[in-house]
């Protein structure tokens, strides 16, 4: 139907129920009924109620006797709208100088739907007041016009990576995790990726260092929601972040090479966030309510046990790992702790971290639980069950038997966050530490030169619990008894053998199973999960594309040019990325092995007849602060004032600037620029955070090169609040990934097919190095 016939049908009911007796007015009462019964927007509403799930926590006891009620009562409360900011970039401190004295006095005394706006308030137990919470929820965040001001920034901060919108309780597993800027972390179940981009601040602890030891590799199985985590990682510009695409319960082994010799890579911190049931998201997903039953947690916990044990197999002795859920489920929580505790003969140990995060109320686990099928039918001990629930309920599920090696894992160090105690989400959390390896790794590694037949049967193992029949590779690995050295010998026979081109890492396959590697993989598999990415190709030592680039810009002799790479193989070089050596290290040596989404953050793009400006290349803002400190020529210091007039006029004359950026720029060669405004100690009331910016010197001109939503973040640093009004008059609101490569003083065309100039306020994004579908 037509939007024109479906008007005069529309037309035509509302004569004939005006032409009915009560007219109108009884047509308004029985839609109001109706919206009253919960059919506003076409969904009837969800009641929050759930006997079962109120049957089995009071059975089991998970909340202190006498809070019930307050419990249940939160679990029906909306979530409230929680943020955190950045905490490893520079202006950290001058975001929430402009939180607390701006937009928090805004909320004062403000009334939204007859409701008091609570001013927001610090996290307790999170570091430096970088986390705050409020009673707003995110539709009266959206739709409040007193809010929009309030909503506008968080979008734009949002956008630019100095904010995070993300709920309390998932903050807590980064921090536990107590990660360094040296430390090797692997995230297991990463997307959407908040808090990936929590690891990622507490690498770059130190700005000053541009390319710190430490690393992260997040991992997730949806090929999709790997799209999302590249989006959340790029907004935070690190060159030590790779997004991978994985099945967590067998991502493969990687290797790296230590001093002329193929190693295999030990993570020192690894967060398992694992897939669950989520019933402590109640508050925020309410669907939750309707659908929950114990089927969820009784199908979860091998796939979650399975996770658990491949993480521990990956991390280095002495390192940390993290295991969480949104779920309160002790067969989701502290049956899968016990099971992996149990099955590692005493390799792992919980932590105590009752201390590490003072100001956060906590539940200790659980000693004792039973087993409820969807019926509600309950078992208190494996031997209870009867042999036709065997593949549903499994032995791991209950708590050990021998008292004395239960109170020997001390589940109580375990955390149990209920929804009540801080008005939060539910969420359980264990840390787990590796004393020595897992007792299927130990065995010893085979003598030089006596090969692995890969067609030999598999010895019998122990029997997992978990499952009847072993069907997982990175059970397989472990039971064979398999050692590191042993299949660090194999991969790197593999690739002495291989004919693997140098410096090109595109071949993504998905391999779990290292005997796997000693036949070559069929050619289909690199097609077999979303889309086939573009290779990662780093630029040779003698190619003949750097040399300009360096001179041009002056470059340090120590910079790790070999860390430089790009996403073809043919035709030009388009945009230049860059990752730490580390990750350089990491995508050599594994490209068979790994499927990798994305990595590397972009420092250089292509200009259309660059080389009549001494160098094909300009600078690009999302890499600036980490290519800023080898640059040591084309950079113009500029003043507060100036920087104002460079990001709000389009391309502004030398003369509006000041006389000595001026004097700076007029004997400069037309180009890319780097413009630094470093802070006056003697203004205290001035911005006190440095800005890096990327420009472009014309003729007689000055340009920046900025995403959008970073300029309008420094801008309102410096006080300014630009409206939509103001940005529809002319305000340059231009995004870096749509402005044009030359400024638009006729000293170059654009070329076809190359990025053109955006109007001002028109909202683009940056493309996140070659992530997304191919075109």
């Given at each position: 139907m037509g939007r024109r016939s479906r008007g005069r049908r529309l037309q035509q009911q509302q004569q004939q129920q005006q032409q009915r007796p009560g007219g109108a007015e009884d047509s308004a009462e029985g839609g109001g009924k109706r919206n009253d019964a919960g059919w506003e927007g076409g969904y009837p509403e969800i009641i929050k109620e759930n006997k079962l799930f109120e049957h089995y926590y009071q059975e089991?006891?998970?909340?202190?006797?006498?809070?019930?009620?307050?419990?249940?009562?939160?679990?029906?409360?909306?979530?409230?709208?929680?943020?955190?900011?950045?905490?490893?970039?520079?202006?950290?401190?001058?975001?929430?100088?402009?939180?607390?004295?701006?937009?928090?006095?805004?909320?004062?005394?403000l009334e939204v739907d007859g409701?008091?706006?609570?001013?927001?308030?610090?996290?307790?137990?999170?570091?430096?007041?970088?986390?705050?919470?409020?009673?707003?929820?995110?539709?009266?965040?959206?739709?409040?016009?007193?809010?929009?001001?309030?909503?506008?920034?968080?979008?734009?901060?949002?956008?630019?990576?100095?904010?995070?919108?993300?709920?309390a309780v998932s903050m807590i597993p980064p921090l536990l995790l107590n990660a360094h800027p040296h430390h090797k972390i692997l995230d297991m179940c990463a997307a959407p990726g908040s808090k990936t981009a929590q690891l990622i601040?507490?690498?770059?602890?130190?700005?000053?260092?541009p390319f710190p030891e430490g690393f992260v590799i997040a991992n997730d199985v949806d090929n999709k929601r790997c799209y999302l985590l590249v989006h959340q990682a790029k907004r935070l510009s690190s060159p030590c972040i790779m997004v991978v695409n994985h099945d967590a319960s067998c991502i493969p082994r990687l290797q790296m090479d230590v001093n002329g010799r193929k190693e295999i890579l030990f993570y020192d911190r690894i967060l398992c966030d694992v897939p669950c049931s989520g019933d402590g998201t109640m508050r925020k997903n309410i669907d939750v309510w309707k659908k929950w039953t114990t089927?969820?947690?009784?199908?979860?916990?091998?796939?979650?046990?399975?996770?658990?044990?491949?993480?521990?197999?990956?991390?280095?002795?002495?390192?940390?790992?993290?295991?969480?859920?949104?779920?309160?489920?002790?067969?989701?929580?502290?049956?899968?702790?016990?099971?992996?505790?149990?099955?590692?003969?005493?390799?792992?140990?919980?932590?105590?971290?009752?201390?590490?995060?003072?100001?956060?109320?906590?539940?200790?686990?659980?000693?004792?639980?039973?087993?409820?099928?969807?019926?509600?039918?309950?078992?208190?001990?494996?031997?209870?069950?009867?042999?036709?629930?065997?593949?549903?309920?499994?032995?791991?599920?209950?708590?050990?038997?021998?008292p004395e090696k239960l109170q020997a894992m001390h589940l109580e160090h375990c955390l149990r966050i209920l929804p009540h105690h801080q008005n939060t989400g539910g969420f359980f959390v264990a840390v787990l530490m590796k004393k020595c390896s897992m007792p299927w790794n130990k065995r010893p590694p085979k003598p030089q030169g006596e090969s692995a037949d890969p067609r030999a049967p598999l010895q019998p193992s122990p029997s997992d619990p978990t499952v009847g029949s072993t069907s997982d590779p990175s059970e397989l690995e472990?039971?064979?008894?398999?050692?590191?050295?042993?299949?660090?010998?194999?991969?790197?026979?593999?690739?002495n053998n291989g004919s693997k081109k140098d410096g090109v890492c595109g071949l993504q396959v998905d391999l779990c199973h290292p005997h796997s590697l000693?036949?070559?993989?069929?050619?289909?598999?690199?097609?077999?999960?979303?889309?086939?990415?573009?290779?990662?190709?780093?630029?040779?030592?003698?190619?003949?594309?750097?040399?300009?680039?360096?001179?041009?810009?002056?470059?340090?002799?120590?910079?790790?040019?070999?860390?430089?790479?790009?996403?073809?193989?043919?035709?030009?070089?388009?945009?230049?990325?860059?990752?730490?050596?580390?990750?350089?290290?990491v995508l050599l040596n594994n490209s068979e092995r790994m499927k990798v989404i994305n990595t590397g953050i972009k420092v250089w793009c292509r200009n259309n007849s660059g080389e009549e400006f001494d160098c094909a290349f300009?600078?690009?803002?999302?890499?600036?602060?980490?290519?800023?400190?080898?640059?040591?020529?084309?950079?113009?210091?500029?003043?507060?004032?100036?920087?104002?007039?460079?990001?709000?006029?389009?391309?502004?004359?030398?003369?509006?600037?000041?006389?000595?950026?001026?004097?700076?720029?007029?004997?400069?060669?037309?180009?890319?620029?780097?413009?630094?405004?470093?802070?006056?100690?003697?203004?205290?009331?001035?911005?006190?955070?440095?800005?890096?910016?990327?420009?472009?010197?014309?003729?007689?001109?000055?340009?920046?090169?900025?995403?959008?939503?970073?300029?309008?973040?420094?801008?309102?640093?410096?006080?300014?609040?630009?409206?939509?009004?103001?940005?529809?008059?002319?305000?340059?609101?231009?995004?870096e990934s749509t402005a044009s490569p030359v400024p638009p003083d006729g000293e170059a065309a654009a070329e076809p097919g190359a990025e053109q100039p955006a109007s001002p306020g028109a909202s683009t994004s940056s493309d996140p190095a070659g992530a997304g579908p191919p075109r």
């Amino acid at each position: 139907m037509g939007r024109r016939s479906r008007g005069r049908r529309l037309q035509q009911q509302q004569q004939q129920q005006q032409q009915r007796p009560g007219g109108a007015e009884d047509s308004a009462e029985g839609g109001g009924k109706r919206n009253d019964a919960g059919w506003e927007g076409g969904y009837p509403e969800i009641i929050k109620e759930n006997k079962l799930f109120e049957h089995y926590y009071q059975e089991l006891k998970i909340v202190p006797e006498g809070e019930w009620d307050q419990f249940m009562a939160a679990l029906r409360e909306p979530l409230p709208a929680t943020l955190r900011i950045t905490g490893y970039k520079s202006h950290a401190k001058e975001i929430l100088h402009c939180l607390k004295n701006k937009y928090f006095k805004e909320l004062e005394d403000l009334e939204v739907d007859g409701q008091k706006v609570e001013v927001p308030q610090p996290l307790s137990w999170y570091p430096e007041e970088l986390a705050w919470h409020t009673n707003l929820s995110r539709k009266i965040l959206r739709k409040s016009p007193q809010l929009e001001k309030f909503h506008q920034f968080l979008v734009s901060e949002t956008e630019s990576g100095n904010i995070s919108r993300q709920e309390a309780v998932s903050m807590i597993p980064p921090l536990l995790l107590n990660a360094h800027p040296h430390h090797k972390i692997l995230d297991m179940c990463a997307a959407p990726g908040s808090k990936t981009a929590q690891l990622i601040e507490m690498l770059h602890a130190d700005m000053r260092v541009p390319f710190p030891e430490g690393f992260v590799i997040a991992n997730d199985v949806d090929n999709k929601r790997c799209y999302l985590l590249v989006h959340q990682a790029k907004r935070l510009s690190s060159p030590c972040i790779m997004v991978v695409n994985h099945d967590a319960s067998c991502i493969p082994r990687l290797q790296m090479d230590v001093n002329g010799r193929k190693e295999i890579l030990f993570y020192d911190r690894i967060l398992c966030d694992v897939p669950c049931s989520g019933d402590g998201t109640m508050r925020k997903n309410i669907d939750v309510w309707k659908k929950w039953t114990t089927l969820n947690s009784l199908q979860l916990h091998g796939l979650q046990l399975r996770i658990a044990t491949r993480g521990a197999e990956q991390l280095v002795e002495g390192g940390r790992m993290v295991y969480s859920t949104c779920s309160l489920n002790p067969i989701e929580d502290e049956a899968v702790i016990a099971s992996l505790l149990e099955k590692s003969e005493g390799a792992l140990e919980l932590a105590d971290v009752s201390s590490e995060l003072p100001g956060l109320k906590w539940m200790p686990g659980l000693s004792q639980w039973k087993v409820m099928t969807k019926d509600g039918q309950w078992f208190a001990e494996w031997d209870d069950v009867p042999r036709g629930r065997h593949t549903q309920i499994r032995p791991t599920m209950f708590p050990p038997r021998d008292p004395e090696k239960l109170q020997a894992m001390h589940l109580e160090h375990c955390l149990r966050i209920l929804p009540h105690h801080q008005n939060t989400g539910g969420f359980f959390v264990a840390v787990l530490m590796k004393k020595c390896s897992m007792p299927w790794n130990k065995r010893p590694p085979k003598p030089q030169g006596e090969s692995a037949d890969p067609r030999a049967p598999l010895q019998p193992s122990p029997s997992d619990p978990t499952v009847g029949s072993t069907s997982d590779p990175s059970e397989l690995e472990g039971k064979t008894g398999t050692s590191d050295t042993e299949m660090t010998e194999r991969t790197g026979n593999l690739e002495n053998n291989g004919s693997k081109k140098d410096g090109v890492c595109g071949l993504q396959v998905d391999l779990c199973h290292p005997h796997s590697l000693l036949s070559p993989p069929p050619s289909k598999k690199m097609k077999l999960f979303g889309f086939k990415e573009d290779p990662f190709v780093f630029i040779p030592e003698d190619d003949p594309l750097f040399p300009p680039i360096q001179k041009f810009y002056a470059l340090d002799p120590s910079f790790p040019k070999m860390n430089l790479l790009t996403r073809t193989t043919e035709g030009k070089k388009r945009q230049l990325y860059m990752v730490s050596k580390e990750l350089r290290n990491v995508l050599l040596n594994n490209s068979e092995r790994m499927k990798v989404i994305n990595t590397g953050i972009k420092v250089w793009c292509r200009n259309n007849s660059g080389e009549e400006f001494d160098c094909a290349f300009r600078l690009a803002q999302e890499g600036i602060y980490t290519l800023y400190p080898f640059i040591n020529s084309r950079i113009i210091t500029v003043s507060i004032e100036d920087v104002k007039i460079l990001l709000t006029q389009e391309n502004p004359f030398f003369r509006k600037l000041s006389s000595e950026t001026y004097s700076q720029a007029k004997d400069m060669a037309k180009g890319s620029v780097v413009l630094k405004y470093e802070p006056d100690p003697t203004k205290p009331d001035t911005l006190r955070c440095p800005i890096v910016l990327c420009g472009w010197r014309g003729k007689a001109s000055i340009r920046t090169f900025v995403p959008k939503n970073e300029r309008l973040h420094y801008l309102r640093m410096m006080g300014l609040e630009v409206s939509a009004e103001k940005k529809k008059d002319g305000a340059a609101q231009m995004d870096e990934s749509t402005a044009s490569p030359v400024p638009p003083d006729g000293e170059a065309a654009a070329e076809p097919g190359a990025e053109q100039p955006a109007s001002p306020g028109a909202s683009t994004s940056s493309d996140p190095a070659g992530a997304g579908p191919p075109r």
